[in-house]
């Protein structure tokens, strides 16, 4: 009796996870807008970021070193891709106590891409973000097409991958585009 009871709670637990994991692969989940301040006050939105190319965005906070050198890494990466409409946007999630800190990181690290406030969480649990560092690459239609918690070196590789797979997509795209417009006149 027990075997059974083992093998039908096996089943039923499969056929739970099966179709959920092959829907993941099929269907992609439209990343949620937002709208937040950068470290100089001026407000942020990601949807008017996404036409340009992929959008990066990492959930950190300065006592997270993890965090610091994904972010450290990503700089680069954002460097040689920012001409070709790539953006990061880095999600600052610290508490009250070590707020103030971040200004003097960011300028003392030199990052380049925009440093955004969530001081009430709100894109992080817009985002479900369990732990930090939280990497959300979005394509510029604004669907999610990868998702990252932690860092271990040479993450930021499989990073630059899927954003050197996103603007090919994006290149190929516009040259169709291009060829429609002109098949058409």
């Given at each position: 009796?027990?075997?059974l009871f083992?093998?039908?709670t096996?089943?039923?637990?499969f056929?739970l996870?099966?179709?959920v994991?092959a829907?993941?692969k099929?269907?992609?989940?439209?990343?949620p807008?937002?709208?937040a301040k950068?470290?100089?006050?001026?407000?942020?939105?990601?949807e008017e970021?996404?036409?340009?190319?992929?959008?990066l965005?990492?959930?950190w906070?300065t006592?997270c070193?993890?965090?610091?050198?994904?972010?450290?890494q990503l700089?680069?990466?954002?460097?040689k891709?920012?001409k070709?409409?790539?953006?990061?946007l880095?999600?600052?999630?610290d508490g009250?106590r070590s707020?103030s800190k971040?200004?003097?990181?960011v300028k003392g690290l030199?990052?380049?891409f925009?440093?955004?406030?969530?001081?009430t969480?709100?894109?992080?649990r817009?985002?479900h973000?369990l732990?930090?560092?939280?990497?959300v690459?979005?394509?510029?239609?604004?669907e999610?097409?990868?998702?990252h918690?932690?860092?271990?070196?040479g993450d930021e590789?499989?990073i630059?991958k899927k954003i050197e797979?996103l603007?090919d997509?994006q290149?190929q795209?516009?040259?169709e585009?291009?060829g429609?417009?002109?098949?058409?006149?």
């Amino acid at each position: 009796m027990r075997t059974l009871f083992s093998n039908l709670t096996l089943l039923l637990v499969f056929s739970l996870i099966l179709p959920v994991s092959a829907q993941s692969k099929d269907k992609k989940k439209a990343a949620p807008y937002f709208t937040a301040k950068n470290l100089d006050g001026k407000k942020v939105e990601l949807e008017e970021l996404l036409g340009d190319g992929p959008v990066l965005i990492s959930f950190w906070a300065t006592w997270c070193k993890p965090c610091i050198k994904e972010l450290n890494q990503l700089q680069k990466v954002y460097k040689k891709y920012k001409k070709e409409g790539f953006e990061i946007l880095a999600v600052d999630v610290d508490g009250p106590r070590s707020r103030s800190k971040v200004k003097p990181m960011v300028k003392g690290l030199k990052w380049e891409f925009p440093v955004l406030w969530d001081k009430t969480k709100n894109v992080y649990r817009k985002y479900h973000v369990l732990g930090i560092p939280h990497t959300v690459l979005i394509d510029n239609s604004g669907e999610i097409r990868y998702t990252h918690t932690t860092y271990r070196p040479g993450d930021e590789e499989v990073i630059k991958k899927k954003i050197e797979e996103l603007l090919d997509e994006q290149k190929q795209a516009s040259q169709e585009k291009e060829g429609e417009e002109k098949s058409e006149e």
